[in-house]
């Protein structure tokens, strides 16, 4: 598999004809295909949606990739806001409003539901992830979220060393 210049997947007559015996053809109409290949030959299974690039400029995709999340409509619906202050004990309340408030002012709500469905993914799959680093561990949402394992109330870790 190819890299387009944004780094998206282009595939080639290997890798549609592997994503066809999966069955994953809901997916090849969102794909890049190679402009070299002839995909006449796959006309008979499913209608693909030929795009050789993505015309567009680094800022318009990274607008796509703030807006489009690629993950379970049920985590793109989630309340989070609800989510985090459930799981949150009562004495850290202040902390969290004032935290999400800041991710709300950043339109960052997406970004959160998208790190617990990966936080979901790799716990479901028994995949590790990092036990956190660097200031995202100032963070007591993303420690709620389970995105690291440093309890920054605890270690009394300003949240603004994050967020800045």
Same mark, same amino acid.
């Given at each position: 598999m190819l890299l387009d210049k944004f780094s998206n997947p282009v595939f080639q007559e290997q890798d549609i004809f592997n994503m066809l015996y999966k069955g994953q053809i809901e997916y090849l109409d969102q794909i890049i295909i190679d402009p070299s290949i002839d995909t006449s030959q796959f006309e008979k299974f499913v209608k693909l949606n030929v795009s050789t690039e993505l015309d #567009?400029?680094?800022? !318009? =995709? @990274?607008?796509?990739?703030?807006?489009?999340? =690629? &993950?379970? @409509? !049920?985590?793109?619906? &989630? @309340? #989070? !806001?609800? =989510?985090?202050? @459930?799981?949150s004990p009562k004495e850290n309340l202040t902390r969290i409003v004032e935290e999400l408030e800041e991710y709300k002012e950043r339109n960052m709500l997406d970004l959160l539901r998208w790190l617990k469905y990966f936080v979901d993914t790799c716990r479901s799959n028994n995949l590790v992830w990092g036990v956190g680093r660097g200031s995202s561990v100032a963070s007591y949402v993303l420690y709620i979220i389970g995105v690291h394992k440093i309890d920054s109330i605890k270690y009394n870790l300003d949240w603004h060393e994050f967020l800045r």
């Open positions: #567009i400029s680094k800022v !318009e =995709f @990274d607008q796509i990739c703030q807006t489009d999340w =690629f &993950m379970p @409509d !049920e985590y793109k619906t &989630m @309340d #989070i !806001e609800t =989510f985090i202050v @459930d799981r």
